[in-house]
């Protein structure tokens, strides 16, 4: 049913009223793990930027260079491919959900800037919502939402590298890809494909795994 509705989205009027929450929620999650990396390489993060329009800039100041542009697409793919092996027990799904709502709400909170932006405002509704289904939704309601926003980010992972590769061949649009470029000399092209290849073999085993399960 979750994997209806996403597909479902991309095709109904005035959909984007709907995803656009669902848009900016997968955003948050590929700054939040540029700035995941950045600490976890010795460096610190001074903001993040959430467009009204889907995209999103971190700021950060040492660490490795190769690995924080790395972390955008891929973190965002490897998180939702761990809230769908993580949805299918309602116990689970409510922790889970309540865990990545707090995240979300606390990136939002301390490091999205301009305080009041629409970044601003929607991370902390995101976090107040997911943080409300969490405690008083129906152990159904939990496992759906969990498995929906873990397809959504799954597909808005694969479409957006979809568009990352276009841009790295036709433009010299600033991206992850162009950064490690300027850094390594490689071709933005082969950074884009190699993260897409990244993000189908997570994917790849993230179905694998669902589908033993069901058995």
């Known amino acids: 049913m979750a994997s209806g509705l ?3 989205l991309w095709f109904l009027p005035f959909a984007e009223v709907i995803a656009y929450p ?9 700054e939040a793990a540029h700035a995941v990396m950045a600490w976890a390489t010795g460096g610190s993060v001074a903001s993040i930027r959430v467009s009204s329009d889907g995209s999103g800039l971190t700021a950060t100041r040492g660490g490795s260079l190769l690995f924080i542009s790395s972390a955008g697409y891929i973190g965002t793919m490897a998180y939702g491919v761990l809230l ?17 709502a707090l995240f979300i709400g606390v990136i939002s ?12 405002l929607l991370g902390l509704a995101l976090g107040v919502g997911g943080v409300g289904i ?14 929906f926003l873990g397809v959504e980010s799954c597909l808005n992972a694969l479409f957006d590298l979809k ?11 600033k991206t992850d890809a ?5 850094l390594t000399h490689i071709p933005a092209v082969v ?6 290849l990244v993000a189908l073999a997570l994917l790849f085993f993230a179905l694998r795994r669902v589908r033993l399960t069901w058995r």
């Open 6 to 8: 996403a597909v479902l």
């Open 22 to 30: 669902i848009r900016i929620f997968v955003t948050i999650l590929h």
């Open 84 to 100: 769908l092996l993580l949805c299918g027990r309602p116990r689970q799904a409510r922790v889970v959900l309540a865990i990545t």
């Open 109 to 120: 909170l301390g490091l999205i800037r301009p305080v009041g932006s629409s970044g601003f």
């Open 134 to 147: 969490a405690i008083f939704g129906s152990p159904r309601l939990t496992q759906f939402v969990v498995g």
């Open 163 to 173: 568009a990352l590769v276009y841009l790295s061949t036709g433009s010299d649009v």
């Open 178 to 182: 162009r950064n490690l470029q300027e």
């Open 191 to 196: 950074w884009a494909i190699l993260w897409t």
